[in-house]
C-alpha cells in the first residue's frame, strides 16, 4: 500500500503543478490537492476499507462477540460495555470521509464520462460500508450522507431504510459492473484486481448479507445463488509488513500500539467463548467429533501462550516458522468470502425447510476447510491436525455426533450452520450480527455478558457527530438500546 499512497502524492503535485508558466498559480499550496485521477481516487477509497472493517469496529465487535476479551486499560472497560461517544470518532469519520464522502466525489467525476465498470466497484464499497455501519449503529445519516454544500447537517435515515437503500445501490453496482464498459487500469484495483465478474459476485454476496441482517431470508438465498464462487474470487484487504503504512490493522493494534489490551481468556483463566469451542483441550465445550478436528483453526486464531499477554491465551498476532496466526503482521483480512456465501446458503436452505440443499451447501464449505482452506493457512495447516469430513444425514438425527441433545433434526443442522458461521466471521462484525440476530431465537450462539445481565445491541454515536449535527437523534440511543431489525 505504500507504493499506492507514493504514487497518489506524486500523481497529484504532477497534476497540479502542470500550470502554464513556472509562476502561474503560485499561491496554490502542493501540499493539499484539490483534485486528483480517479485511478488513485478509488485506491484511496479502498485504503479506507482497511480501518473501517478492520479497524475499531472489528476490534469492539470482537470483544463484544466472544471472540476475545478486553483485557487491560480503556479495552477492560469496553469489555463490561463502558463505552463513550468519544470512542466512535475516529470509525465515524473514517466511514463518512474515508470512504463515502470521496466515494461520492469519484463518482461525480466518472459517471459523466460513463465509466461504469469503475464507478460500478465504488458502489459496492459504499454499500458495503453504509451497510455495516447500519448494522452497527441503527438509523444513521444516509440520503443526505456527505453532501455537505447541500446538506451540511445530514437527516438521520431509519435503520429499515438505510438497509432499502443499500440494496438499490448494489443493484445498479451490478448494473454498471455488467456493461463491461471502464475496467480501470492494472493497478487500480488492489481488492480484486479489476475482474468486473468478481466485483459481481462480490456485490450479491453483499446483498445476501444485509437480507440476512434484516431476515428476508428468501431474498438472501436467492442473492447468495449469485454470489462468491470460488475462494479465488473471494475479498481480502492485502498487508504488508512497514510500521505504520501497510500492516494488518488488528495486528498493529494489538501488538504494537496497545500491547496487553486483548486476551482470549480473563486473569483468572475463563477462556472466551470461541477459545471453548475451538479448543481440543476443553473437552466439554469443544466442538469438534469424529468428522470434525479444530487444531490447526485454533491455532490460527489463537496462541495458546501469549506473547503480549505472558501465560496466557491471546489472539494470534505471531508469524512463526510453523505456526502463522490470523492477526499476522501482513495476514490479508477477509471482507466478504466464498466461506460466507456458502455458508449463507446453508442457512438460508435449511430456514427454508430444505435440510438436503443445506447439507450439500454446508459440506461444500467444509470440503473447503479439509483442503487445508479458508482461514487455515499453509504454514498452520502443514504443521497442525485438522480434518472436516462430510456430514451426513443420520448426525443430525437424535442421538448423531451433531444432536446428543435430540432436538429435531432441521434445528440441529440449524445450530451447527449458525455456529460454523461464528467460528469462521472471527473478528468481522458480521459475526457480531449474527449473534444478534439470533439472540432470541430457539438455536444460535448463546453469550453470557461480560458484566451485569444484559448483552449489548448496539454502537454508539460518535460524540463529535452529536455535538456538530442538531439533527443526531436525541434522546441518544445506549448501548443496549434495541435496533429495529431485532425487535
Same mark, same amino acid.
Given at each position: 500500500?505504500?507504493k ?9 503535485t ?5 500550470c ?5 498559480n ?16 478509488f485506491?484511496g477509497?479502498e485504503?479506507a476499507v482497511?480501518s473501517v472493517?478492520?479497524?475499531y ?14 483485557y487491560?486499560?480503556?479495552?477492560a472497560d469496553?469489555?463490561v460495555?463502558?463505552v463513550?461517544g468519544?470512542y466512535f470518532?475516529g470509525?465515524w469519520s473514517?466511514?463518512y470521509?474515508?470512504?463515502?464522502r470521496?466515494a ?8 459523466p ?8 466497484m465504488?458502489?459496492v464499497?459504499?454499500?458495503?460500508n453504509?451497510?455495516t455501519?447500519t ?5 444513521i445519516p444516509f440520503?443526505?450522507?456527505a ?10 435515515d431509519?435503520?429499515?431504510?438505510v438497509?432499502?437503500g ?11 459492473l455488467e ?5 480501470p487500469r492494472?493497478?487500480?484495483d488492489?481488492?480484486l484486481?479489476?475482474?468486473?465478474k468478481?466485483?459481481?459476485?462480490v456485490?450479491y454476496?453483499?446483498?445476501a448479507r444485509?437480507?440476512t441482517d434484516t431476515?428476508?431470508y428468501?431474498?438472501?438465498a436467492t442473492?447468495a445463488?449469485k ?5 479465488a474470487n473471494?475479498?481480502y484487504m492485502?498487508?504488508g509488513?512497514?510500521?505504520?503504512q501497510?500492516? #494488518? &490493522?488488528? =495486528?498493529?493494534f +494489538?501488538a504494537v500500539s496497545r500491547i496487553?489490551d486483548? /486476551?482470549?481468556?480473563t486473569?483468572t483463566g475463563?477462556?472466551?467463548?470461541l477459545v ?5 483441550t476443553l ?6 467429533n469424529?468428522?470434525?478436528d479444530?487444531t490447526a ?14 501465560n496466557?491465551?491471546e489472539?494470534?498476532?505471531q508469524k512463526?516458522a510453523?505456526q502463522?496466526?490470523f492477526?499476522?503482521v ?17 442457512e ?9 440443499n ?9 470440503a473447503f476447510l479439509?483442503t487445508?482452506?479458508?482461514y487455515i ?5 502443514a #504443521? &497442525?491436525t =485438522?480434518k472436516? +469430513?462430510?456430514?451426513?444425514?443420520n448426525?443430525?438425527e /437424535? ?5 446428543a441433545?435430540?432436538i429435531a433434526k432441521?434445528?440441529?443442522?440449524l445450530?451447527?450452520?449458525l ?7 472471527y473478528c468481522q462484525?458480521?459475526g457480531?450480527?449474527d449473534e444478534?440476530r439470533?439472540?432470541?431465537?430457539a438455536v444460535g450462539i ?13 454502537f ?16 441518544v ?7 429495529a431489525i431485532?425487535?
Open positions: 500500500m505504500k499506492y499512497i507514493t504514487t497518489f502524492v506524486l500523481a497529484t504532477m497534476l497540479l503543478a502542470s502554464e508558466s513556472l509562476v502561474s503560485m499561491n496554490d499550496d502542493l501540499n493539499n490537492p484539490t483534485d486528483a485521477p480517479a485511478e488513485l481516487m485506491t477509497v485504503l482497511a472493517h478492520e479497524g469496529n472489528s476490534l469492539l465487535s470482537s470483544i463484544w462477540s466472544g471472540y476475545y476479551f478486553g487491560d486499560r480503556q479495552w469496553f469489555h460495555y463502558n463513550a468519544s470518532d470509525m473514517s466511514s470521509y474515508g470512504i463515502h470521496n461520492r466525489l469519484l463518482l461525480a467525476k466518472i459517471e464520462q460513463g465509466i461504469k465498470v469503475l464507478a460500478g465504488t458502489k464499497l459504499m454499500a458495503h453504509m451497510g455501519m448494522a452497527l449503529y441503527g438509523d440520503s443526505q450522507a453532501q455537505l454544500e447541500e446538506f451540511p447537517n445530514a437527516k438521520y431509519s435503520q429499515v431504510d438497509y432499502k443499500v440494496q438499490t445501490l448494489l443493484d445498479e453496482a451490478i448494473k454498471d456493461t463491461g464498459v471502464g475496467v492494472a493497478g487500480t488492489v481488492l484486481g479489476g475482474d468486473p468478481k466485483w459481481i459476485e456485490a454476496t453483499l446483498k444485509f437480507y431476515k428476508e428468501a431474498l438472501a442473492a445463488a454470489g462468491v464462487s470460488r475462494a473471494s475479498m492485502p498487508h509488513t512497514i510500521l505504520n501497510n500492516q #494488518n &490493522f488488528i =495486528y498493529s +494489538l496487553g486483548a /486476551a482470549a481468556a486473569k475463563e477462556p472466551c467463548y471453548k469451542l475451538t479448543d481440543p473437552t466439554a465445550t469443544y466442538r469438534g469424529a468428522k470434525t479444530e483453526r485454533f491455532n490460527f486464531y489463537f496462541l495458546r501462550q501469549g506473547v503480549n499477554v505472558p496466557r491465551i489472539p494470534n498476532t512463526r510453523t502463522v496466526g492477526m499476522s501482513d495476514a490479508a483480512f477477509p471482507l466478504v468470502t466464498f466461506q460466507e456465501n456458502k455458508l449463507t446458503q446453508a438460508m436452505a435449511i430456514r427454508a425447510g430444505n435440510f438436503a443445506a447439507l450439500t451447501f454446508l459440506n461444500e464449505h467444509r479439509n487445508g482452506g479458508g493457512n499453509s504454514v498452520t495447516a #504443521n &497442525f =485438522y472436516y +469430513l462430510p456430514y451426513e444425514e448426525d443430525f /437424535a442421538g448423531g455426533i451433531e444432536n441433545d435430540k432441521n434445528d440441529a443442522l445450530r451447527e450452520i455456529e460454523e458461521r461464528y467460528v469462521t466471521f462484525t458480521i457480531w450480527n444478534r439470533n439472540r432470541a431465537s448463546k453469550l453470557t455478558p461480560n458484566a451485569g445481565t444484559r448483552l449489548p445491541s448496539r454508539i454515536y460518535s460524540q463529535n457527530e452529536i455535538n456538530g449535527n442538531p439533527l443526531a437523534p436525541k434522546p440511543p445506549g448501548v443496549f438500546d434495541a435496533m431485532y425487535k
